[in-house]
């Protein structure tokens, strides 16, 4: 309680102009302070934004998101539409029968989209793990731990300037005072507890640069997140059309072989209505 009394009373001096404040980081690491905080805003808006663009519920492992064929489950955790898709195109073209070309047409292409929904499932999965893990990680964890010691290193310093200033008020009263014994013993002991709060506060500092050190020469690898993205999205849309190049011909093939069925039926048909 009284050392939080000290470290207000010093700031509200520091405020005024009437107490020195001393200055523990350099140029250079409180311009990383100032990105941190800034690369700290945009990752987490980031984030926020690229898991407003997945289909499936964030944090759900792939057979969830995949295998029940319902866009929403009972305790609303959203499923893949492609999913919800291609099951109803399925069941659709059962209920038509295989006799019937819409039915057909229906059954096959609902297995292809059942294909592109499990292309899209691994795709936001990947995503999931190598971008949004890693971007969460260092907006909600790694920066906030830094910015938290930096907060720590500013109450070392109150800590540290107060017992400085009540320190020299205590040598200044020697000169002035009568008892001389009793001023001398109370500066020895406000000098230990000086001593005591530059080390608490070197330390402090020490470690924060460090660790804002280490933050900078990451950048290259945070930048990294967003190639990973980019690369990512192109191979997904490589797999995905690659699904559509080997079944279309398939299903063209189907398709144009149940029109000629259906063209050779057409005058048989019209004979017998003639007949």
């Excluded at 292309?119 to 990680?137: A, F, G, R, S, T």
């Amino acid at each position: 309680m009284k050392k939080q009394f000290n470290r207000m009373k010093q700031l509200a001096n520091q405020t005024v102009g009437r107490a020195e404040k001393t200055e523990v980081l350099s140029d250079d690491l409180l311009q990383i302070e100032r990105r941190m905080e800034m690369v700290r805003v945009v990752s987490h808006n980031t984030h926020k934004r690229m898991v407003t663009c997945l289909q499936g519920h964030i944090g759900t492992d792939a057979e969830k998101r995949h295998s029940v064929p319902r866009l929403y489950t009972g305790n609303g955790q959203k499923k893949l539409p492609l999913t919800a898709l291609s099951q109803a195109m399925v069941d659709g073209g059962s209920q038509l029968g295989e006799e019937s070309l819409i039915g057909k047409m229906m059954e096959v292409c609902g297995e292809a989209e059942n294909r592109l929904a499990s292309e899209l499932l691994q795709h936001e999965v990947q995503i999931e793990k190598d971008v949004l893990d890693p971007l969460n990680q260092l907006a909600e964890v790694d920066i906030p731990n830094i910015l938290k010691q930096r907060k720590q290193l500013a109450r070392l310093v109150l800590d540290y300037d107060s017992a400085r200033a009540r320190w020299l008020q205590a040598t200044k009263s020697i000169i002035s005072g009568t008892n001389t014994q009793a001023l001398t013993a109370k500066a020895d002991l406000l000098k230990e507890e000086v001593d005591e709060a530059m080390n608490k506060m070197e330390l402090c500092k020490d470690q924060l640069a460090a660790d804002m050190y280490s933050f900078f020469s990451k950048e290259g690898d945070y930048a990294r997140y967003y190639v990973m993205l980019l690369e990512a999205q192109a191979d997904y849309h490589r797999k995905s059309l690659t699904v559509l190049e080997s079944v279309l011909p398939t299903i063209q093939a189907q398709q144009d072989r149940v029109l000629r069925r259906a063209e050779w039926s057409a005058p048989a048909a019209c004979l017998c209505t003639l007949d």
